[in-house]
């Protein structure tokens, strides 16, 4: 039994050419348009040249806002900070962002462990070599109870967030208080990073390579500094921040949409907004797929009829 | 803001584009001037694309007839 | 010496099916259909021209390494010829999206043509954020700590660090451009094979 042939629907079907050719020069036209982009870009290149700020490291944090630095030691020790209670990929401290229900990221699971505590704070002072006064601080830190280090880290916190926390002559200065150990690990590790030497001990872990920068990048992400200085380029999540560079270079227009979500009243403050904002994003992907598929949507180039402009000479010629 | 140094820049372009861009804003609608140049320039390149006419095109000596 | 066809000849089938699919003068041909004749239908080749570009320079970039570039000016200069080659990439991309769209350039039979474009254009993204990852600065530190949120969220951050800086250049200079170079060369083939969509029908009652 043959199917009924299908009706024309002209968003979907077009009869098949049967009218004049005319010569076209293919190779002509892909040669001159490499030759006009290389030379487009050449000149772009000349007059705009490209942008190049420079990696912050945790030395040069640690040096211009060491309370700063020091604020997110103690927030790592202590849990509170934002890598400490991430969740997915990185520990199981938090659910992680759903959507319907689901959560994907704890569902996957921890797959790049990181202990706050342990990697940005307590190894790293453990690995300085010539700190008897810090190696005892972390041992009685390690031997203490869990109750008595978290009364140690609180009354720090709230040390140095008080207006009288300060660096003085090499040393972190907050108000009289019952620290324990704490004041003196925290200290170190500013001073460690001061110096430099947190940068390579934090990267390689002691090892020689590594090309992996999750950890350094999780710990500068935590403190204020790196998002200071994104505020001033407009970069960040609520300026638009996706779509913009450094400096006045045009930067990725392309992610205009994706970035938009991100500035909509109720989607910007939502706990799940990420999450939320991929979703929606991946169903405009497909959508954007499949308009040849989805009638009104595939009508509206005849509807707008730009398409007389583009092949006005065509109409002008028919008979 | 002080005690933030934008990174020494060895400047190699005849447009320094090395300091902090401009934004264009409408209510919760931002736009870097940059950005908006090159959004600007897109528009009006496919108007023009489409608008202009190609060359060859009504001359007999390029038509083939099939 | 000629043969029969042999039924059984995996090679000699596939030359027959791309000989069927793709004709040399199908491939290559001297002549268009006679309405393709506006300025909209070179944004294909400019896209394509501009991909060149950055593979060029990409390839430069590679050659030297991915520190090259902050101190040396002939390394800067290539890394402003890869950005600006990127920028265009995606600006001529856009306007041949644009045009294609209002030409419904997926009729007869071509929703491949469209949905490959799409796909490649998705690809392309990903490449350049990969890219930008890349940078070995400031902006790649940001983009790092800011995009692993949205792409942890997903769960796909469990295999795609953005914070591992190795494993992102090897994505951005192995495995993205081989999948946009497959995805432009399948997406072109496609058009030489059902070739430039024709316009709509149009008659003194409107489009047929």
């Known amino acids: 039994m043959t199917k009924a042939p299908k009706r024309f629907n002209p968003d979907r079907d077009v009869a098949p050419w049967t009218g004049p050719m005319r010569r076209y020069d293919i190779a002509k036209e892909v040669t001159i348009c490499f030759l006009v982009v290389a030379l487009l870009t050449v000149g772009l290149a000349v007059v705009f040249s490209s942008p190049d700020d420079k990696a912050v490291t945790l030395q040069q944090w640690a040096s211009a806002t060491p309370v700063d630095f020091a604020t997110t030691a103690i927030a790592e020790l202590d849990g509170t900070s934002g890598t400490a209670g991430y969740g997915g990929p990185y520990n199981t401290a938090s659910p992680g962002q759903s959507i319907l229900g689901v959560s994907p990221s704890t569902i996957i699971g921890v797959h790049i462990p990181v202990d706050a505590a342990k990697d940005f704070v307590l190894s790293p002072v453990a690995a300085l070599p010539d700190d008897p006064l810090a190696q005892q601080a972390l041992r009685s830190y390690r031997s203490a109870t869990s109750t008595q280090r978290a009364t140690w880290d609180a009354a720090y916190e709230t040390a140095i967030a008080s207006q009288a926390a300060s660096y003085r002559d090499g040393h972190l200065v907050v108000p009289l208080g019952n620290y324990g150990p704490v004041g003196v690990i925290v200290n170190a590790l500013t001073q460690m990073a001061r110096s430099g030497a947190l940068d390579a001990t934090m990267l390689t872990e002691q090892r020689f390579f590594s090309t992996d920068f999750t950890k350094p990048l999780l710990f500068l992400s935590d403190g204020n500094y790196l998002a200071n200085k994104a505020a001033i380029d407009h970069l960040q999540g609520d300026q638009w921040g996706m779509m913009n560079e450094t400096g006045s270079w045009p930067g990725q227009a392309w992610l205009w949409l994706y970035t938009m979500w991100y500035q909509v009243p109720g989607l910007s403050t939502s706990p799940n907004a990420d999450l939320q904002v991929w979703a929606i994003m991946m169903v405009l992907t497909v959508v954007l797929a499949c308009i040849p598929l989805i009638p009104g949507l595939r009508s509206i180039p005849r509807w707008t009829r730009v398409y007389r402009l583009i092949w006005r000479a065509h109409y002008a010629a028919k008979p | 803001m002080r005690g933030i140094s934008t990174a020494p820049f060895r400047l190699h372009a005849l447009v320094n584009l090395n300091h902090p861009n401009h934004f264009l804003q409408w209510g919760w609608l931002s736009i870097s001037r940059s950005n908006a140049i090159v959004v600007g320039l897109m528009v009006v390149t496919f108007m023009a694309a489409v608008a202009i006419p190609f060359p060859g095109h009504g001359d007999a000596d390029q038509e083939e007839v099939r | ?208």
Request: proline share 4%; aromatic share 12%; charged share 10%.
């Open chain 3, 1 to 208: 010496m000629t043969s029969t066809p042999n039924a059984t000849n995996w090679t000699g089938a596939l030359r027959r099916s791309a000989e069927r699919a793709l004709p040399p003068e199908k491939l290559l041909p001297e002549s268009q259909p006679s309405y393709v004749a506006s300025w909209i239908y070179v944004f294909g080749a400019l896209t394509m021209a501009a991909l060149g570009i950055i593979i060029a320079t990409g390839f430069v970039l590679a050659i030297m390494g991915p520190t090259w570039w902050h101190h040396s000016s002939t390394g800067h200069f290539i890394n402003s010829m890869h950005l600006w080659s990127v920028e265009l990439f995606f600006a001529f991309m856009v306007i041949h999206l644009w045009g294609k769209f209002f030409m419904a350039a997926w009729r007869g039979n071509r929703v491949l043509t469209w949905a490959s474009g799409v796909v490649t254009f998705v690809i392309s993204i990903a490449t350049a954020f990969t890219g930008y990852l890349s940078q070995t600065n400031y902006d790649s530190q940001w983009i790092a700590t800011q995009a692993k949120d949205g792409i942890n969220s997903t769960g796909g951050g469990a295999l795609f660090n953005v914070l591992n800086f190795g494993q992102m250049l090897m994505w951005h200079i192995t495995l993205l451009p081989l999948g946009v170079g497959i995805l432009v060369v399948l997406h072109v083939l496609l058009v030489r094979h059902r070739g430039v969509v024709p316009p709509f029908a149009e008659t003194k009652d409107g489009v047929k």
